[in-house]
């Protein structure tokens, strides 16, 4: 079959474009101690840094949809990638172009984050129009590409630092522009199909009408929070709460995390066809929540760990399944509802773990009892799971 009729490339495309989705978001905090040695850069600002690439993805989310509705898939998502090349690129000389070095790691997150906005609408709608037997098995694998790419990043950026210095991370930003680059190239090739006819999908006021959409958006900000309020705190857990030195806590907190949470939607790919998606999310949730029970009450490194371990499998199926269980109760929801979901994810990314670190920071920067509240979320969702399951027979559009 060629490229271009052959919908397995365009697949291909679509996983590849969240392992660089997974380079956008993990790549530039493996530099934050080197940055502030280099460019006398304090804490508070390269926080910042992170709060403007999600901050910028955010945006993205809210605005892209019209934007993308008129120039069309694969113009859009091809433009994505070119921003996320852009941005790897300028962080290997913008920084060096300006008096004030954090002008230019400013520039260079901004434009990739535009990118990594760009990417996140598009790479689930264009996936989910692809014409596969089980919608639900391909979001899972989708999904798990950007469990793998950050287990990547972390490995091959540690090896790259290891075998040729940190004062080479220029050359090693460049390499990970690589990737986007073929992604954009790639994508002017692939078939792209529709989800929805021209001038058939859903308004914005006439998805948030609909109580099946309200409980979507819930869900999908209880997945984002579920899986970072743990992913985001793991290595300052591993090392603050479980007294495990950094370097084995990076290995055995993010990492692992990432690796669990990849297995997971491995696994669910396969059992997709066999199984209930919507009570496979709720069991998943129980899950979830004894995951953060064994890592915040018992007071064991090893437990801590495998609480951890826990929580990343357990949220492995919550975004991709919401993904899934939005295309069968909202058919027409198009473009639109896709960019709504992902904005309603990223502000649970970004509400999980600020709440995670104020009860920390009140309790006396005991991260046990911050992560101990952050039931809270998978017991939400748990609740969303069973209304959604009530409205879905009454509430189709």
């Not at 692809?130 to 972390?154: D, Q």
């Not at 460049?174 to 929805?196: K, R």
């Not at 920390?360 to 039931?375: I, M």
Request: net charge neutral.
């Amino acid at each position: 079959m060629s490229v271009r009729t052959d919908y397995r490339y365009t697949l291909a495309a679509a996983y590849i474009g969240y392992i660089t989705q997974a380079a956008i978001n993990n790549f530039i905090p493996l530099l934050f101690i080197h940055f502030g040695k280099e460019f006398g850069i304090g804490l508070e600002k390269i926080s910042f840094l992170i709060m403007v690439n999600f901050g910028v993805q955010l945006c993205v989310d809210g605005l892209g949809a019209k934007i993308i509705d008129k120039i069309g898939y694969r113009i859009s998502i091809v433009f994505a990638h070119i921003f996320a090349v852009l941005g790897f690129v300028g962080l290997s000389f913008l920084p060096d172009l300006f008096g004030d070095h954090y002008i230019g790691l400013l520039i260079s997150v901004i434009v990739y984050a535009i990118g990594g906005g760009l990417t996140e609408i598009l790479v689930s709608p264009i996936a989910e129009a692809c014409p596969t037997k089980n919608k639900s098995a391909t979001m899972s694998l989708l999904h798990s590409f950007y469990c793998w790419g950050s287990v990547a990043v972390i490995l091959f950026s540690t090896l790259f630092i290891y075998a040729f210095g940190i004062e080479n991370w220029r050359i090693l930003s460049c390499l990970w522009a690589i990737i986007p680059l073929f992604n954009a190239v790639y994508f002017t090739l692939v078939p792209i199909g529709s989800l929805t006819e021209d001038g058939k999908s859903m308004g914005i006021r006439e998805l948030f009408r609909a109580k099946t959409f309200l409980l979507l958006v819930l869900l999908m900000f209880c997945a984002g929070a579920s899986e970072l309020s743990m992913s985001q705190w793991a290595s300052a857990f591993a090392e603050s709460a479980l007294g495990i030195p950094k370097a084995m806590g990076d290995l055995l907190g993010p990492c692992m995390f990432a690796v669990c949470m990849g297995a997971a939607r491995i696994i669910h790919s396969r059992l997709a066809e066999k199984v209930d998606i919507t009570k496979y999310m709720i069991i998943c949730s129980v899950i979830c929540i004894f995951g953060y029970i064994l890592s915040a009450f018992i007071p064991s490194p090893v437990t801590g760990l495998i609480g951890c371990g826990v929580c990343g499998f357990a949220v492995g199926v919550m975004w991709p399944g919401t993904f899934s269980r939005s295309s069968v109760v909202c058919p027409k929801g198009g473009t639109t509802m896709f960019a709504l979901l992902a904005l309603a994810g990223d502000m649970g990314c970004m509400s999980g773990p600020a709440l995670v670190g104020l009860i920390s920071d009140a309790s006396g920067g005991d991260l046990r009892t911050g992560l101990s509240l952050s039931v809270i979320f998978p017991f939400v969702m748990i609740i969303g799971l069973i209304l959604l399951k009530r409205l879905e027979k009454s509430d189709k559009m």
